[in-house]
Each structure stands twice: as C-alpha cells, then as structure tokens.
C-alpha cells in the first residue's frame, strides 16, 4: 500500500525542512518505507525573488510542491493539498496525509501500519468531537490538524469540493462560510454525511492505534491513561510543540530508539525552547489586545487559565467524547 505525506512549510522554513530531510525523511529514501513518498508543501511564491529560491531549492532536493494558492493556514491549503494529489497522481498512492513541522515520523512503522488501514473511507489522526451544544449544529468529528490522513477515494471526494468551491484571485477558498475555520475543522466537515450515517472510516482497521480516544489521544493501551505506559503507545509519530525548533527536531532525532510519549504530546523543551516559546506566546497575546483590548488574558498563564474555564465551561454543556483535557498553566520559563 502506498502513501503521499505533504509535509505543510512555509518558504522561510528552510531549516526546518532540512531537519526532516537529515532525520526521518532520510530513512524514508534510504528505504526504510519504500512505498512511502514524502513532498514539502508550500504556497505559491509572491514574486520572483521567492519564486528563484524555491526553484534553487527543488533543483537540489526535488521534494517540494506548490499549491494553487498564496501561502495560508486556514484558507484552503489543506483541502488544496489532497485535490492536487488526486490530480497530478490519479490512482497512484492508496493514502495521502497532511502533516505540520512540528511531526516526527517513525516511517517503518508507519508502512507497517499502512497495511493494516481500511481501504476505503479511512480518515486517520488524532480523533476529536466536536461539542453539539457548542458549534449549535448536528455533530461531526474531525482529526487534529498534525497529522491528517485519507484514504484515496477521500481525497477525491476532497477534489470534489475543492473543484466546485470559489475562491479569491489569492486561491483561498474562505469567501463561502462553509469553509471558514480551522482547516482541520473544515476537512471534517466535508465528511459529516457520512459520519452522521457511520460510513466513515476515523482509524479503521487492524493496527496497533484506533478509534478510542482519550483527552485527545486517540491511541488505546493496557495502561491506566494519563501513566507514563500510557503516553508510550506506539503510533508511528510524535506531535509536540518543541518540534516547532530546529533544536528540537534534531534531539528527536538522536532520540528515536528511545521509549518517548507518541501521538499528541506535551513539549519536552530545552530551557532556551522554552523561553523562545514563551517570548512568542506573550507576543501573539500582545498582538490579540493591540487589536481588541478586551482580550480577557494578559499573559500565558492567563491565557491557559481562560482556556480552562472554557473547557470546563464546555464540558459542563455535554462532553460526548470527553476528548479535550484540563491543562495546568505552563510554568514561566528560568
């Protein structure tokens, strides 16, 4: 069974390009996953200058792809990514997955799974449910943006949407409300007929993680959940945000024979990650009050309070899958 990962980048994300390419994308062309294909996913470059190095780049590494749109989280990428699969390579590779930087593969294990994957209607990551009472409309699940992965005949239904859709000179597809949103949201979306019908697939098959979920895990195991067994489930990646930093990725790396916490797991930061991550956190909340100053938080600890409370808040409207955890707030770095 074969397999695509588009790997989400931006242009000035040369570093952390190269950090896959010398860690876990370099097994793959070693042939560790021989059926596995891995490409870079970038927006359409704003001018020449930028259009001459992603040129420059590919010339020496071949692996990257352009979408048909500017460069974007939540206008369309996503769901441009797997209606270009389905036409450049129409019946090439069974799967096609979505992955963001901050992903470590483990791609032997990863293959091996693949053979254990339903063939048809397989829609795989991190499950998560959405709150009825909250989005006020009937329910659909989603998988967490980190790591999203199709069966083929999804993502032509993905290149169906996408193929009907409007969108902007830019290429975003944001203009019909029913694609604004999160993108891992919106992917969702388009699979909520078959969801509400129990057509679809969300980690269906034989393989050593599965539909059960528990705060966000979506991994089963033997061990009491929130123990230490329980955090080294073995799915074939890893989602944290130290991978956001070189530094980090690179640790993995030097790591990957260790027992480590798979699946969505918390930052095992460096004590300069750490300060890195919280300098950028208090400036995105700067950034949210210089444009609405009643932003109910004022630094990272408020802001991870507030989360909590809305969790709660939510989970006291009717939690079905009781998938989102209760979260301390971080520590303030040394």
């Known amino acids: 069974r074969t397999l695509i990962i588009g790997v989400f980048s931006v242009l000035g994300d040369l570093e952390r390009r190269d950090a896959m390419r010398t860690s876990w994308v370099s097994e793959v062309l070693a042939g560790a996953a021989p059926d596995m294909t891995v490409r870079f996913v970038l927006g359409r470059p704003d001018n020449k200058a930028e259009q001459k190095r992603l040129y420059d780049e590919n010339a020496t590494h071949g692996d990257l792809i352009l979408v048909p749109c500017a460069e974007n989280q939540h206008k369309g990428k996503t769901l441009h990514w797997f209606a270009l699969v389905h036409r450049r390579f129409p019946g090439r590779y069974d799967y096609a997955a979505k992955m963001d930087q901050d992903v470590y593969i483990w791609p032997g294990e990863l293959q091996d799974h693949l053979q254990g994957f339903a063939s048809e209607r397989f829609y795989g990551g991190v499950k998560v449910d959405p709150y009825p009472g909250m ?166 600890e408020e802001m991870e309070a507030w989360k909590t409370r809305m969790r709660e808040r939510a989970e006291g409207g009717g939690n079905a899958g009781g998938v989102l955890a209760k979260r301390p707030p971080p520590k303030k770095p040394p």
Request: glycine letters at 8%; one cysteine or more; charged letters at 25%.
């Open 135 to 300: 989005l006020k409309q009937r329910p659909y699940a989603f998988v967490n943006g980190g790591l999203e992965l199709l069966s083929a005949d999804l993502v032509s239904q993905v290149a169906g949407v996408v193929a009907r859709a409007k969108r902007s000179s830019e290429g975003f597809l944001d203009g019909d409300p029913y694609f604004k949103g999160n993108e891992d949201v919106v992917l969702g979306k388009i699979f909520q007929a078959d969801y509400l019908k129990g057509r679809l697939g969300i980690n269906a098959g034989d393989f050593p993680w599965s539909a059960d979920s528990y705060q966000g895990t979506a991994a089963t195991s033997e061990f009491p959940p929130g123990s230490p067994e329980f955090l080294l489930r073995r799915c074939p990646w890893r989602h944290a945000k130290d991978l956001k930093f070189v530094s980090g990725y690179l640790r993995q790396w030097e790591r990957r024979g260790e027992p480590i916490c798979r699946c969505n797991c918390p930052a095992e930061y460096s004590e300069e990650e750490a300060r890195a991550a919280y300098a950028a956190n208090q400036k995105r909340i700067d950034e949210m009050r210089a444009k609405n100053p009643n932003v109910p938080f004022r630094t990272p």
